[in-house]
């Protein structure tokens, strides 16, 4: 089945950039998100990218696709502290969202 | 506009026992969701109701079940509580039931944790 890897923990200074790394084994994926979860709130999505683009900024964030290696990242530019929380990534290969599959969530702690 | 809401907070139960699990989704919203977050592992699919129908179910044993109500809140029941049940069960909702995600975002709700001492 599909399968969804994170690390569990990165920790880095206020104003470094972050990077998270992800990656999934199917290779059907079609869509690829990335969910943020503040301490004692639910998710939210974040940003995500089709399986046919390579990269897509939205302000600060940055998601890299490589899809031979299977490899999704964030990239969160000039890090802040509210930028702590757990970031999780996602992979669906059809549409609905009971067919998306979570990581395990990374552990973001920023340094001040 | 509230968002997705879910009651209890946390629940503390003692194995054998049954939790109830309540989630009213955003006015207008006919799909809920249900996914269990336990430690260590990510979120995992466990049910999803849309006008009052359960569309489809994750791999979990028949002791998780639920419904959806007319007013399309929904509530999750967990049967003969194990151990390993222990952890956060979101609920999220969207719109579109079944459609292209990206079209129309989920929400989700804070979660309940359940504890089985």
């Known amino acids: 089945g599909e399968d969804v890897e994170q690390s569990l923990f990165l920790s880095v200074r206020e104003g470094d950039s972050s990077v998270i790394n992800c990656t999934y084994t199917?290779?059907?994926?079609?869509?690829l998100y990335w969910y943020k979860q503040e301490p004692g709130a639910g998710l939210q999505l974040l940003t995500y990218?089709?399986?046919?683009?390579d990269m897509k900024q939205d302000q600060r964030l940055t998601v890299l696709l490589n899809k031979k290696d299977k490899h999704l990242s964030l990239r969160i530019a000039d890090t802040q502290t509210g930028d702590s929380a757990i970031y999780f990534c996602?992979?669906?290969?059809?549409?609905?969202?009971?067919?998306?599959?979570f990581g395990t969530g990374t552990k973001l702690q920023v340094i001040p | 506009e509230a968002g997705v809401t879910q009651s209890p907070t946390h629940l503390i139960k003692t194995r054998g026992q049954q939790a109830t699990l309540r989630c009213s989704p955003i006015?207008?919203?006919?799909?809920v969701y249900w996914y269990q977050q336990a430690l260590g592992l990510g979120l995992q699919f466990l049910l999803w109701y849309d006008e009052g129908e359960e569309r489809n179910r994750g791999n979990f044993p028949p002791r998780f079940s639920g419904r959806q109500f007319p007013n399309y809140s929904s509530e999750l029941n967990v049967n003969a509580l194990e151990l390993e049940d222990s952890a956060l069960y979101l609920c999220?909702?969207?719109?579109?039931?079944?459609?292209?995600?990206?079209?129309?975002?989920?929400?989700f709700g804070s979660g309940t944790q359940l504890s089985v001492l």
């Open positions: 006015s207008g919203h006919t799909s």
């Open positions: 996602a992979e669906s290969i059809a549409m609905g969202y009971q067919k998306v599959t």
């Open positions: 999220a909702s969207s719109l579109v039931a079944g459609g292209e995600p990206t079209n129309e975002k989920l929400f």
């Open positions: 199917d290779s059907s994926s079609t869509y």
């Open positions: 990218i089709f399986s046919n683009m």
